[in-house]
């Protein structure tokens, strides 16, 4: 499996160093993002999404496919998941396929 950097007080994101990363996250919210962009300007990176260890299948964002496949290309916001059900806590992982990934943070709508 991947690792990310450290990240300590004094900087605002963590990269990627390896391919295989995975972030994995708990959140009570109908809308997941990640402001995220790659590493080095001009390159990208693909990623998988799965909720409670399951393709997000109709819970996809607007960034990802059914699958939960989706690719960094820029630095921004990026929609990972939109829910229709009744909101509920769930556990979001996202797997990065490509090295490089700089994550920022996670929003909510």
């Known amino acids: 499996m991947g690792t990310f950097g450290r990240l300590d007080h004094r900087q605002t994101s963590i990269v990627l160093n390896q391919s295989g990363g995975r972030i994995a996250y708990r959140f009570h919210a109908r ?6 962009g790659p590493a ?3 390159t990208s990176v693909r990623f998988r999404v ?20 989706g690719t960094v ?7 990972l998941v939109r829910q229709s059900q009744p909101i509920r806590d769930r556990q979001v992982e996202i797997e990065f396929l ?3 990934v700089e994550a920022f943070a996670f929003t909510f709508g």
């Open 50 to 69: 799965l909720v409670d260890g399951q393709p997000v299948v109709a819970a996809h964002g607007l960034d990802v496919d059914e699958r939960g496949k």
């Open 40 to 42: 080095e300007r001009g």
């Open 98 to 100: 490509d090295a490089g």
């Open 73 to 79: 290309t820029e630095q921004r916001l990026y929609q």
């Open 31 to 36: 809308d997941l993002h990640l402001v995220m």
